[in-house]
């Protein structure tokens, strides 16, 4: 399975920082934006969440830097599962530059379903895992 588009934006002047590139909060409101989507996808909507079903909680995130990123570049992000667990699912983020095609930076993020009332871990609903499998990707590194 390929990587799906999970968001989309520009880069702004105000992102800029001290050294002329993006800062590091532009990168994560990126990622940000791609997680709310890819739940979505995988079945959690924000419906859902709101209605004290499940929480998620985002429990480790390992970005990487490629390249950097000006003000007026556009990006778009891609998204795929990296595992699905009974209680975790792993997932990369990949900003990617529309102009040269580069990847500016990865995410991989692990999330945990949670039990509103309890704190405590507890599976994934059903349907998770089975829009998780449509977007799983190869074995990466």
Same mark, same amino acid.
């Given at each position: ?6 968001? %989309? ?7 800029? =920082?001290? !050294?002329?590139?993006?800062?590091? %909060?532009?990168? !994560?409101?990126?990622? =940000? ?20 079903? $499940? ?17 007026? =570049?556009?990006?778009? *992000? ?9 209680? $975790?699912?792993?997932? %990369? ?14 995410? =991989? ?18 349907? *998770? ?9 190869? !074995?990466?590194?």
């Amino acid at each position: 399975m390929t990587m799906v588009e999970t968001a %989309r934006g520009t880069v702004h002047e105000w992102q800029r =920082d001290h !050294m002329g590139h993006i800062n590091i %909060r532009a990168y !994560m409101e990126f990622h =940000d934006a791609a997680s709310w989507q890819f739940y979505a996808m995988l079945g959690l909507s924000a419906s859902l969440l709101r209605s004290g079903a $499940v929480n998620l909680a985002m429990v480790q995130q390992n970005i990487s830097y490629q390249k950097e990123l000006y003000p007026g =570049d556009t990006v778009f *992000v891609r998204s795929g599962v990296l595992e699905m667990r009974e209680k $975790v699912v792993r997932f %990369r983020h990949e900003i990617v530059n529309t102009e040269t095609g580069e990847v500016c930076s990865t995410s =991989d993020c692990t999330v945990v379903c949670l039990n509103p009332v309890t704190r405590r871990s507890q599976p994934f609903p059903p349907e *998770v895992a089975l829009h998780a499998e449509e977007f799983r990707l190869p !074995m990466v590194q």
